[in-house]
């Protein structure tokens, strides 16, 4: 059986000269106090029929609170720590992260307690330079900001 596949959207925006990325902090307390390696594209796993481009679209949507708009830009596929196939786009746009409204999600908290609680998919939304995402963000995912840079430069 072949392995779980996602994608996702790298939105980017230009001020000032200078290109900022949008980067989401990943909710639950698992990553409640990790900020380095805890920041990642927008991105969910989709079904063998649906088409990858589609699943990004939604994603973003079912994370940021917001359908990205405007024609997406292959990044390509990375494989993530565990397995994960991780198809990225990239998108110039904006989004104001004072507007995230995350989809939630449910796990037992505290472990083997028996209790049920939600958290937010993403916690938090944030612009960076390509340094600082380099610094933030899952390293299985820092070479799409390479890809990024690349296709930027022309």
Known sequence: MPGKRSAGILLFRRVD??????????????????D??????????????????????REF???????????LQRLGIIRQRGGKQ????????D?????LS??????????????RASFPEAEEARWMTFAEA????????LPLIEALETKLKG
Request: proline residues 12%.
């Open 134 to 141: 380099r610094q933030l963000m899952l390293p299985s995912q």
């Open 95 to 99: 989004f104001d992260p004072e507007r």
């Open 36 to 57: 380095a390696g805890g920041w990642t594209i927008p991105k969910g796993e989709y079904q063998p029929d649906e088409e990858p481009l589609d699943a990004a679209r």
């Open 102 to 115: 995350s989809n939630t999600f449910e796990i037992e908290w505290p472990p083997r307690s028996g209790r």
């Open 86 to 93: 991780v198809e990225a786009f990239a998108l110039e746009g």
């Open 61 to 71: 949507a079912e994370e940021l609170g917001s359908t990205p708009d405007g024609p």
């Open 17 to 34: 000269g200078d290109v900022r990325v949008l980067l989401g902090h990943m909710g639950g307390p698992l990553w409640a106090r990790r």
